[in-house]
């Protein structure tokens, strides 16, 4: 071998030793650096919540515990009286004129006071308006429902309208958390503040809407109208049911959980159908119509909507979370830029967290056959959808379209409603900041964060009022404790209740201290961390 082949070997054996060290070491720097910054913004570049416009005192103002046993009394009363919905216009209307009767009875001071007015809207929804001593700024509105879903006594341990106070503890009933400790909460912290002879300062409003089991257009509806026409173009905010205090949350691991709903996601019904023709069993065509529509059902469930998350206010819930959780936890928290996707699909997995990420597909209905020796005419089945606020019900219904891909199965949208805009939160939101004050107030353990409520309430008809519509109910339970909600056994504790007084008392003071700080409302759609 010459010199020159001999320097053109030790240059390429020396270019590709560099190469070499190069693809080892760049990948090692580049993981070392991103270790860094992951490390770095886990402890001090935490997502900054901002300092609220919203400054509150520590205060020992709160309803004392004197008459805890008495008022849990009275919500025992409350669901001895079955005010159950069962579908739309089909409701026990005696049961709520029986509830409309003993309110009235049993909240004296709340039914005779000159600067409070009762109303009966549309024969069954109640409407009261709080003339407040200093009413400068716009008033505010709370919800709560009458009405009860139905309940099965013989999978009951208590009767489900007994009422019963078992081991001075648990007030057990159907209506205990959904939701006439909200009706009888919001009673008995203005009552407590009529006995001490007081009177708030601004004006605001309750609002109990009757039939919002089954849709709550003929209550909330009519209530929401009924202010309309005097006028009421604004609310400085709304605050209706939603999510309770949760303990031993999946996403804080140690610590409890209040979660508001800044936003609630969308509801979709669609009926698919299969057309065929009808014949005798014993020549049965290659494919019949319940076949056909098993297959496009079965479609519908392993291709699932697609994941959401990052894209609504989930994301603000974990940096909220962020400052307040343990190390691993913090470490995923406070870089979603990098772990949005592993925390996507770690919720996914679970049936409890799913529901957060992506837009929920639910069969609830399959019904074809006229007889056993007979091939079908029609199979139908019925699919409810609950729609992430980063999706529309055209987009939903569109991927079903693709999913499905069979011209022979119909789908017919049966009743549909979408997600709902995302309320003002943030440190600039007031009324946000009022009530996470509150229930820190309250429940002095807990993280606050804002979040997105998968259920349906009353909210979307006062939507027209305010870009501050809340979901939270002021109350403690467990996951075990969350198949209680429509399920057996409801209940609630009564020092959980006594909180939820509480809480109500502390919302109208603390409303009445947001007239002294802040002179005007938040911003709309104000979102910033």
């Known amino acids: 071998m010459g010199l020159g082949s001999k320097r053109k070997s030790a240059w390429r054996h020396r270019c590709c030793h560099k190469l070499y060290v190069a693809l080892i070491t760049v990948p090692v720097v580049v993981a070392i650096c991103l270790s860094v910054i992951v490390i770095v913004r886990s402890y001090i570049m935490i997502p900054d919540t901002g300092t609220p416009i919203l400054q509150f005192a520590h205060t020992n103002d709160f309803i ?248 609504g206010p989930e994301y603000a819930t974990f940096q909220y979370l962020a400052p307040f959780v343990s190390f691993w936890y913090r470490l995923m928290y ?35 056959g006229i007889k056993d020796n007979v091939i079908p005419p029609l199979a139908t089945a019925t699919v409810n959808h609950r729609i992430h606020p980063a999706q529309t019900v055209s987009q939903v219904v569109q991927h079903d379209r693709e999913i499905i891909s069979d011209p022979r199965v119909r789908i017919r949208i049966k009743v549909a409603r979408e997600a709902h805009p995302v309320s003002t939160f943030g440190p600039s939101s007031l009324p946000f900041q009022l009530l996470a004050h509150t229930i820190r107030q309250i429940y002095r353990d807990v993280v606050v964060v804002p979040g997105v409520f998968i259920a349906n309430t009353d909210t979307r008809w006062y939507l027209n009022f305010t870009s501050s519509l809340y979901r939270f109910i002021p109350t403690v339970i467990t996951p075990d404790d969350l198949t209680r909600y429509h399920g057996n056994n409801e209940r609630v504790s009564i020092s959980h209740y006594h909180q939820a007084v509480n809480f109500y008392y502390r919302v109208m003071r603390n409303a009445d201290l947001a007239i002294q700080q802040a002179p005007s409302t938040s911003p709309p759609h104000s979102q910033e961390l």
């Open 64 to 311: 004392d515990e004197s008459k805890m046993l008495e008022r849990a009394e009275r919500l025992a009363g409350a669901l001895r009286i079955p005010t159950v919905s069962y579908e739309p216009d089909v409701q026990e209307k005696q049961a709520i004129l029986k509830l409309h009767k003993y309110l009235e009875k049993n909240f004296p001071m709340v039914h005779s006071s000159k600067f409070i007015k009762k109303e009966v809207i549309n024969d069954y929804s109640l409407l009261y308006t709080i003339e407040g001593s200093n009413p400068g700024k716009l008033p505010y509105l709370l919800a709560s429902h009458l009405d009860v879903v139905p309940a099965d006594p013989k999978t009951w341990e208590v009767p489900p309208f007994s009422g019963n106070i078992i081991n001075k503890t648990y007030i057990y009933g159907r209506g205990a958390i959904d939701d006439k400790s909200g009706v009888l909460g919001i009673l008995e912290a203005l009552e407590y503040i009529l006995e001490k002879g007081e009177q708030p300062m601004r004006n605001f409003f309750i609002a109990f809407g009757h039939d919002e089991e089954i849709s709550g257009r003929r209550g909330a509806q009519e209530l929401a109208k009924t202010l309309a026409s005097r006028g009421i173009k604004r609310l400085d905010f709304v605050l209706d049911e939603g999510f309770p205090v949760i303990e031993y949350s999946a996403l804080t691991a140690d610590k409890k959980i209040a979660m508001i709903g800044v936003t609630e996601k969308g509801s979709l019904t669609l009926e698919l159908s299969v057309a065929g023709s009808p014949g005798h069993s014993s020549l049965p065509p290659s494919e019949s119509p319940i076949g056909i529509l098993a297959s496009a059902v079965a479609k519908l469930e392993d291709h699932q909507q697609p994941i959401m998350f990052g894209k």
């Open 334 to 368: 406070s870089n979603l830029w990098l772990f949005s996707g592993l925390i996507a699909n770690e919720m996914d997995q679970s049936r409890a967290m799913r529901p957060f990420v992506r837009t929920t597909t639910a069969v609830t209905k399959f019904n074809s």
